[in-house]
Each structure stands twice: as C-alpha cells, then as structure tokens.
C-alpha cells in the first residue's frame, strides 16, 4: 500500500515532524495573500495613520490569538482539522465543518487564481477583461496556474514547505523595496498621506477588517501545524507567522494605494516600471495561500467522500480552477458571508478540546456543536453591531457551553 505522506486519517508520528523554519516558512506564506492588500487600501482610506496602526495591532492580537490556539491544538494532538472535527462534531457531523472550509478554501483557490490570470492579460497582451469578456489567452493562463498550483498542493506538506522557501524572502524582499521606491517617488509624509483619506471609518470597524481578512483560512491552521515538533513551536509560530504576514499584506495595500495608486503591490510595481518584478511578485504571492487553500479542501473532502487527500486535491484544484473567472465576478461577496461562518466552528473546535471528555463515546452527529456554528454563523451574519467573526464565536461558545453545563448536571 501507498504510503500517506499527510497522515490525513491519522496523527502525524514525532519523527515526521518538521523544524522550526520549515513551519515559519509554511505559515508566513499562507498568510502572503494579495486579496489581504485590498483589506489594507479599505483601512487607508477609512483611517488616519495612528487608526490603521491601532486597527492593524488590536485585530492582529486577536486574529494572532485564535489562529495560535488552533496552532497549539493542531501541533499537541498531530491531528487535521477535520480529525478534530470527527471527535467535536460527531463522524458525519464532522462532514458539516470538512464542507464548509473545503467550499470556502476552493473559493479562494478561484479566486487566486483569477487575480493572477487578469492582470497578466491586461498588462501583458493589453487586451480588456470585464465580467462579460474574458479572452481565450487568459482562460489559457488560468489553466496553467490552476495546474501548477494544484500540482504543487498534490505532492503535500513537503511541496508547500519548498514554495514558501522560494516565495517568503521574494515577496517580502522585493515588496518592501517597492513600497519604499514608492514613498521616495510620493509626495508627503506618511501621516500627511493618510490625512487624505476620508476618516468615516471607525476603530472598530478598522479591527473588524483586520480579523475579517483571514480569520476563515486560519481556521484550518492546525493542518498546518500538526508538523510542527512542539505544541508550543505550533503556538507561537503560527502567533508571529500571521501577525508579521497579515501586517506586511495591510502595509502594501495601504501604501500602494495612498502613494502610487492601485489597491495591491503588483500594481505599484508596474507603476514604478517593474513589469517582470511584479509578475514573479503576484505569481509566488497568490502561489503560497492558494497551495495552503486547495491542500486543505483536499483534505476537507477526503474526511466526506473517504477518498485519498491527493485525489481530493485534483478534485478541488479541477473545481476552483473551471470555475476561477466566474469566482472572481460573482463570489467574493459570498465568500465574506461564509468567512463569518468559519470561526464559530473554530471556537467550538478549541472548547471541545480543552474542555471535552477525552473518553466519551463516539456519536455520528454532535447536535450542539452543530447547532453552535448554524447559530453563530446566523448571527455573525446578520448582527451589525460589533465584529461579526467573534460575535458569531460568542454565541457557538454560549451553545457549546451550555450543552456541556445542562449535560453534566
């Protein structure tokens, strides 16, 4: 029989554990995404200086927090995301979990994959892409990066851990040149800068963004960190990977929008003149997270359809690369509603690890763990007071909670 080198049904064995660097390597680059520097030019235009620097470092501790606690989860036990699941949500209760961020993940694969595809033909070929006109040149270029992308994801954590080599030092290197060629060639200082912007957007809703931003792909951080050799190694590796990742992406955003123009450091580059800088800068950037994302969704759908994880992983990259243009069209409004419905499960996930009986019998549907993410999914959703991603843990913990409280007496 095959050897599974990803251990996706079962714990991951200590002398298969992976060093520090390796781990800092995959969670830098999971977190290196170019739809993050969309969120940063939102809080540039809505914030002063001192508010985005205020955004950035509450909703970075507590995105750092939640996303470190999976970490240290993921690491103690050497278990993925849906193998928690199973014990949380009961056999085909974890289906419910596995789905979600296998649909949310292949989304984003789509979506990635677009964001590289449509800038390559309109600077490149210089032809028009709209949501009516996509040339057949750029569904070609969709369907080698598609390919590539999910040819890496298929060969496991050890292909992830070389692409985040290779693109970690590039994208930040190169990136921060950039953003400093930008600051020389601009005019004003950077407090003067923001000034510009239209400061209607609140402190709070500055920290909702940050969190919002990838509060659902961090969800699946233990499939991640289940290589990791310690629990605290999974902890605070992935605490600094998203902090530093999360506020670089923020950074480039800002700064490309309020000093050169566009919303992302690709478009700084070609601003600066850059052509092929920013073309490997866009490729590696979207390359790491998109990798992250269809290696979990494989996973996520192996744990429904009991197939191999790299059989899954052709299935989700063939998915959200067929549909890629019309994920990047029509999707991404759809997929901010399911990036509510992701921490609920997460919450639910770090309560029944800690606080569960460890020697419970095995039940094929966990109703209140089911029933605490629908709950908070709903009110993540619909609520507009407040953060929408911990408004919606809060009630999944209120029902966790309260089950294991009225259970016990």
């Not at 977190?31 to 955004?55: P, V």
């Not at 992830?160 to 400093?180: C, D, F, K, R």
């Not at 998915?319 to 991404?332: D, K, M, P, R």
């Amino acid at each position: 029989m095959k050897q599974d080198i990803d251990y996706t049904k079962t714990t991951v064995p200590v002398e298969k554990r992976k060093g520090l660097l390796s781990m800092f390597m995959i969670m830098l680059g999971f977190t290196f995404f170019s739809a993050s520097m969309w969120t940063g030019q939102k809080l540039a235009e809505g914030m002063d200086l001192w508010g985005f620097l205020q955004a950035l470092l509450f909703g970075g501790l507590i995105l750092s927090t939640y996303t470190g606690i999976l970490g240290y989860i993921g690491a103690n036990s050497g278990m993925t995301l849906d193998m928690l699941s199973r014990r949380s949500f009961g056999q085909k209760g974890s289906w419910l979990p596995s789905g979600m961020i296998a649909f949310t993940q292949i989304g984003w694969f789509g979506v990635g994959i677009a964001m590289f595809a449509i800038p390559v033909v309109t600077q490149i070929l210089h032809i028009e892409v709209s949501p009516d006109h996509m040339p057949f040149e750029g569904y070609a270029i969709v369907g080698i990066a598609g390919l590539l992308m999910t040819a890496t994801a298929y060969f496991g954590i050890k292909s992830l851990a070389w692409i985040s080599y290779i693109a970690v030092p590039s994208v930040a290197i190169l990136g921060t040149l950039a953003m400093v060629m930008a600051v020389q060639q601009g005019d004003g200082t950077l407090v003067s800068q923001f000034a510009r912007g239209t400061k209607d957007m609140s402190l709070f809703a500055g920290i909702g963004l940050v969190i919002g931003s990838f509060v659902s792909g961090g969800t699946s951080t233990p499939n991640f960190t289940r290589f990791a050799r310690t629990k605290w190694q999974g902890l605070w590796v992935t605490v600094v990977a998203f902090f530093i990742g999360n506020s670089l992406m923020f950074f480039f955003g800002a700064i490309s929008s309020i000093y050169v123009g566009g919303n992302d450091i690709f478009e700084v580059m070609i601003n600066l003149g850059l052509f092929y800088v920013a073309l490997i800068v866009l490729g590696l950037n979207i390359w790491t997270t998109n990798d992250n994302a269809i290696y979990t969704s494989g996973l996520g759908l192996a744990n429904i359809f009991g197939l191999p994880k790299h059989t899954m992983v052709l299935v989700a990259g063939a998915i959200g690369t067929l549909l890629a243009v019309w994920l990047y069209w029509n999707f991404c409004d759809w997929l901010n509603i399911l990036n509510c419905t992701l921490p609920p499960l997460g919450m639910i996930l770090i309560l029944d690890y800690f606080i569960g009986k460890k020697d419970r019998e095995e039940v094929t549907v966990r109703w209140s763990s089911v029933m605490g993410v629908i709950l908070g999914a709903i009110v993540a959703n619909t609520i507009t007071w407040g953060i929408a991603s911990i408004n919606g843990m809060a009630i999944a913990a209120v029902c966790y909670l309260a089950n294991a409280y009225f259970v016990k007496r």
